[in-house]
Nanobody, 119 residues
Framework: QVQLVESGGGLVQPGGSLRLSCAAS????????MGWYRQAPGKQRELVAD???????NYADSVKGRFTISRDNAKNTVYLQMNSLKPEDTAVYYC?????????????WGKGTLVTVSS
């Protein structure tokens, strides 16, 4: 059973920083692309950033220059460093990964971690 577990969310003031982590565990053979999505109240889930196994990255325009995605393949972990946070960054952040387990390759999601940017 493969699991993705996020951590690092919380309450931060505008202009502040947070670092999210997401660790994959279980009977996984290989991890492909990993990414972070977010869903604000009343809005659809959107891509924030993703990263391939070769560390190529892609960012939403709204976070370019403020957020940095990275991964540690040895730890099966992806990170999202969020700087210069704005109130509009408030959302539940979800980790996503394409994982090959003993049977097949599937998309996996974490349960989400809440980020609140407010003074």
């Amino acid at each position: 059973q493969v699991q993705l577990v996020e951590s690092g969310g919380g309450l931060v003031q505008p202009g502040g920083s947070l670092r999210l982590s997401c660790a994959a565990s279980g009977s996984l053979v290989n991890i492909g692309a990993m990414g972070w999505y977010r869903q604000a109240p009343g809005k659809q889930r959107e891509l924030v950033a993703d990263i391939t196994g070769g560390h190529d990255t892609n960012y939403a325009d709204s976070v370019k220059g403020r957020f940095t995605i990275s991964r540690d393949n040895a730890k099966n972990t992806v990170y999202l460093q969020m700087n210069s946070l704005k109130p509009e960054d408030t959302a539940v952040y979800y980790c996503n990964a394409q994982i090959r387990d003993l049977i097949a390759t599937m998309d996996y999601w974490g349960k989400g971690t809440l980020v609140t940017v407010s003074s």
